[in-house]
């Protein structure tokens, strides 16, 4: 079965940051690419940053790219987002899913499963 859990998102001020955490399964990891996309209020769900664990291939969208990383721990069947320098346009719910393995990048096409989100806010 697919496992997906978000967590790790909060408040924190312009130019702070936050690591949020995917805990997932190894059997996700052995048949999808994680993503990390968001939803801000109003907007549309937009991708972030994605990640193959089994090649180490990431796929980081312009927007958040060189604040955003992502990156996997496949002994703990975790994926994280480390974001950095975050904006009050950063904030929005953070879900993490499961794209299919033969997709390559980090769009909501790629996408075979949810997990539920986590709040990040980001204070001016």
């Known amino acids: 079965e697919v496992q997906l859990q978000a967590s790790g998102g909060g408040l924190v001020q312009a130019g702070g940051s936050l690591r949020l955490s995917c805990a997932t399964s190894?059997?996700?990891?052995?048949?999808?690419?994680i993503g990390w996309f968001r939803q801000a209020p109003g907007k549309e769900r937009e991708g972030t940053a994605c990640v193959s664990s089994s090649d180490d291939d990431t796929y980081v969208v312009d927007s958040v790219k060189g604040r955003f990383t992502v990156s996997s721990d496949n002994a703990k069947n975790t994926v994280y987002l480390q974001m950095n320098s975050l904006k009050p346009e950063d904030t929005a719910v953070y879900y993490c899913?499961?794209?299919?393995?033969?997709?390559?990048?980090?769009?909501?096409?790629?996408?075979?499963?949810w997990g539920k989100g986590t709040l990040v806010t980001v204070s001016s």
């Open positions: 190894k059997f996700t990891l052995a048949h999808h690419l």
């Open positions: 899913a499961a794209l299919d393995s033969t997709y390559r990048g980090c769009g909501r096409f790629g996408v075979d499963y």
